[in-house]
């Protein structure tokens, strides 16, 4: 069993930044593809970036060049790094892994869910 504990959310203006953690019991964190979705109110959840187990990463288009997602293993944290961003930004961001060690856009595919973290971009 994994579990997971977002922080990092909060209150910022357009043009502004946040990092979002993750941080992830067990001692197979290494093993796991990680990523992060994000929920707007009315909306359905999208899928925002993922991190395999070894490193490799990749971005919705509608984020990209602005977010960028890392992983500390030592730590047992996945991070988000947001720069720029727009009021299109408010959301929950919710951290998921998968034992497959992948990722994947789907959520189908994720094994553990975090409670998600509240993002409010201000215009």
């Known amino acids: 069993q994994v579990h997971l504990v977002e922080s990092g959310g909060g209150l910022v203006q357009a043009g502004g930044s946040l990092r979002l953690s993750c941080a992830a019991s067990?001692?197979?964190?290494?093993?796991?593809?990680m990523a992060w979705f994000r929920q707007a109110p009315g909306k359905q959840r999208e899928w925002v970036a993922g991190?395999?187990?070894?490193?490799?990463?990749n971005s919705a288009d509608s984020v990209k060049g602005r977010f960028t997602i890392s992983r500390d293993n030592a730590k047992n944290t996945v991070y988000l790094q947001m720069n720029s961003l727009k009021p299109e930004d408010t959301a929950v961001c919710i951290c998921?892994?998968?034992?497959?060690?992948?990722?994947?856009?789907?959520?189908?595919?994720?094994?553990?869910w975090g409670q998600g973290t509240q993002v409010t971009v201000s215009s």
């Open positions: 991190i395999t187990s070894g490193g490799s990463t």
């Open positions: 067990g001692r197979t964190f290494s093993n796991y593809g």
């Open positions: 998921a892994a998968t034992r497959s060690g992948y990722y994947y856009a789907s959520g189908s595919h994720y094994d553990y």
